[in-house]
């Protein structure tokens, strides 16, 4: 009998297979662009989905695993299809799932130097390129971590360390910590104040305003009132862009509340801090240079396969107060700061070098392809926006400000009811994938615009495909 172990590792197999798989992802892209292209969604239950793969790994081994990547392929979401707009996650350019392929097989981690000699260098690179765009200065820098959830977290944590010493003493005497945040904000902002022991009453909400923006007028007042409830608010977060509308929050007059009473300034722009590569754009991001930390997803409109986010602090010292263990078998010097030890600063250890694919499509497109994207994404939304306004059966939450849009059908019945029954229809029928929200205690279909090859007549066809609905 053939070793497995041999056969794993055999040079021709990986040759031969990978082929396979190119060729038919290669297809699927083709079909996906073309004027038939394959179903958005081909949606079962969760049961059903179940059965499927345990039957499949009860099945006889293959000779080979075409069918098992054709199985996966079929059954996954296609984000290729340009009807697909349902969450904030792109279809990666092809040149990045290549790189992602790449550090999959050298499989270097890059808590430390040796392992991750060129992930290391390359996330400095990066950071500290994009911090000069944010207008951050020469002493910025950073690293990229697995998502935005981790990267708010190691943001609020060293925002917390810059004013406390709860490394090592604990709450005790901090139990009054308080973070001050829009209503409209991710929730992965508070989930990191939560986990950090915050509580509810550590998590100040903000109200917003018609836009769905944070209201910056309120902000001294909702300070004064933490204030007289005894906490001590150490960080204020701008959104760039909010996940439910994608509302860019003032980040200019957040910022200069936040010098003010000098409080930690982080600006969440996971989604939306790519417009910095926009002239057309970047002024949403107006005021951002006075965050003192900001993260940016490369797997949103950087075109990048998840999870790849950068964390840049405008000083880069204050990267190093987040964690502090010892750790003799990875760091020769325990306290010094180093950039190329990566672990010292970030939650993962075995850290994936998920950098490659940001870099690959850097150094083969420059800086043009996530301009062009980012332009073309929001211009998409505005456009569709002008649709929905000319049609008198559909009602739009706001203007866009990026490229969600979120509107409601409100011809007939009540608007609540048909909007969910418009969602699970088009979940059924399998063409589009969008998804809904809540707004003002009412249900709005809800639409991220993540392809830049989706069309005007594709948003089209979906107003034209729900107003027909016999609902």
Same mark, same amino acid.
């Given at each position: 009998?053939?070793?497995?172990?041999?056969?794993?590792?055999?040079?021709?197999?990986?040759?031969?297979?990978?082929?396979?798989?190119?060729?038919?992802?290669?297809?699927?892209?083709?079909?996906?662009?073309?004027?038939?292209?394959?179903?958005?969604?081909?949606?079962?239950?969760?049961?059903?989905?179940?059965?499927?793969?345990?039957?499949?790994?009860?099945?006889?081994?293959?000779?080979?695993?075409?069918?098992?990547?054709?199985?996966?392929?079929?059954?996954?979401?296609?984000?290729?299809?340009?009807?697909?707009?349902?969450?904030?996650?792109?279809?990666?350019?092809?040149?990045?799932?290549?790189?992602?392929?790449?550090?999959?097989?050298?499989?270097?981690?890059?808590?430390?130097?040796?392992?991750?000699?060129?992930?290391?260098?390359?996330?400095?690179?990066?950071?500290?390129?994009?911090?000069?765009?944010?207008?951050?200065?020469?002493?910025?820098?950073?690293?990229?971590?697995?998502?935005?959830?981790?990267?708010?977290?190691?943001?609020?944590?060293?925002?917390?360390?810059?004013?406390?010493?709860?490394?090592?003493?604990?709450?005790?005497?901090?139990?009054?910590?308080?973070?001050?945040?829009?209503?409209?904000?991710?929730?992965?902002?508070?989930?990191?104040?939560?986990?950090?022991?915050?509580?509810?009453?550590?998590?100040?909400?903000?109200?917003?305003?018609?836009?769905?923006?944070?209201?910056?007028?309120?902000?001294?007042?909702?300070?004064?009132?933490?204030?007289?409830?005894?906490?001590?608010?150490?960080?204020?977060?701008?959104?760039?862009?909010?996940?439910?509308?994608?509302?860019?929050?003032?980040?200019?007059?957040?910022?200069?509340?936040?010098?003010?009473?000098?409080?930690?300034?982080?600006?969440?722009?996971?989604?939306?801090?790519?417009?910095?590569?926009?002239?057309?754009?970047?002024?949403?991001?107006?005021?951002?240079?006075?965050?003192?930390?900001?993260? *940016?997803?490369?797997?949103?409109?950087?075109?990048? &396969?998840? !999870?790849? #986010? =950068?964390?840049?602090?405008?000083?880069?010292?204050? %990267?190093?107060?987040?964690?502090?263990?010892?750790?003799?078998?990875?760091?020769?010097?325990?306290?010094?700061?180093?950039?190329?030890?990566?672990?010292?600063?970030?939650?993962?250890?075995?850290?994936?070098?998920?950098?490659?694919?940001?870099?690959?499509?850097?150094?083969?497109?420059?800086?043009?392809?996530?301009?062009?994207?980012?332009?073309?994404?929001?211009?998409?939304?505005?456009?569709?926006?002008?649709?929905?306004?000319?049609?008198?059966?559909?009602?739009?939450?706001?203007?866009?400000?990026?490229?969600?849009?979120?509107?409601?059908?409100?011809?007939?019945?009540?608007?609540?009811?048909?909007?969910?029954?418009?969602?699970?229809?088009?979940?059924?029928?399998?063409?589009?994938? *969008?998804?809904?929200?809540?707004?003002?205690?009412? &249900?709005? !279909?809800? #639409? =991220?615009?993540?392809?830049?090859?989706?069309?005007? %007549?594709?948003?089209?066809?979906?107003?034209?495909?729900?107003?027909?609905?016999?609902?």
């Amino acid at each position: 009998m053939e070793s497995q172990i041999s056969k794993a590792f055999s040079p021709e197999d990986f040759r031969a297979n990978g082929h396979q798989l190119i060729d038919m992802l290669a297809d699927h892209l083709i079909k996906s662009q073309s004027n038939d292209p394959t179903p958005t969604i081909s949606r079962e239950t969760p049961d059903d989905q179940l059965k499927f793969w345990k039957d499949d790994l009860n099945s006889p081994l293959p000779d080979d695993p075409g069918e098992l990547f054709n199985n996966i392929l079929s059954r996954s979401i296609n984000l290729y299809s340009r009807r697909c707009m349902g969450h904030q996650v792109p279809p990666p350019a092809p040149a990045a799932v290549l790189g992602a392929m790449l550090s999959s097989f050298l499989n270097n981690g890059s808590a430390v130097y040796e392992m991750g000699m060129t992930g290391n260098a390359l996330e400095k690179i990066i950071t500290e390129n994009l911090g000069q765009k944010f207008g951050f200065g020469a002493a910025a820098s950073g690293f990229v971590t697995s998502g935005g959830t981790l990267g708010n977290l190691t943001v609020l944590l060293s925002a917390r360390a810059a004013v406390t010493d709860v490394w090592d003493h604990g709450l005790v005497g901090h139990n009054n910590l308080a973070i001050m945040v829009s209503e409209e904000s991710h929730y992965s902002v508070d989930r990191a104040a939560r986990i950090m022991g915050l509580g509810t009453e550590g998590i100040i909400k903000v109200p917003v305003n018609a836009k769905y923006q944070l209201r910056t007028d309120l902000l001294d007042e909702c300070l004064d009132k933490a204030a007289r409830s005894g906490k001590k608010v150490f960080c204020v977060i701008g959104c760039a862009c909010s996940t439910s509308t994608g509302a860019y929050d003032d980040l200019q007059a957040t910022g200069d509340f936040a010098k003010k009473n000098s409080i930690w300034f982080h600006v969440d722009g996971a989604h939306g801090a790519a417009t910095i590569y926009s002239p057309q754009y970047k002024h949403l991001l107006d005021g951002i240079e006075l965050a003192d930390s900001v993260i *940016i997803d490369f797997h949103k409109m950087m075109l990048t &396969p998840s !999870l790849s #986010t =950068a964390v840049i602090y405008k000083r880069a010292s204050d %990267s190093y107060k987040t964690f502090a263990q010892k750790a003799q078998y990875l760091w020769a010097d325990q306290e010094k700061e180093e950039w190329h030890n990566s672990g010292k600063r970030t939650f993962e250890c075995t850290k994936p070098m998920s950098i490659l694919s940001i870099y690959t499509l850097m150094r083969i497109y420059g800086d043009a392809l996530f301009k062009q994207n980012v332009e073309m994404l929001f211009s998409l939304a505005q456009e569709f926006a002008a649709l929905i306004k000319q049609n008198k059966n559909f009602e739009l939450a706001c203007e866009p400000q990026s490229n969600i849009v979120c509107f409601r059908y409100v011809s007939r019945r009540s608007a609540e009811d048909v909007n969910k029954k418009i969602l699970q229809h088009l979940l059924a029928d399998g063409r589009y994938y *969008i998804v809904s929200t809540t707004l003002n205690e009412k &249900p709005y !279909l809800r #639409t =991220a615009i993540m392809n830049p090859l989706t069309r005007i %007549s594709e948003l089209a066809e979906l107003l034209d495909l729900i107003d027909i609905l016999d609902l």
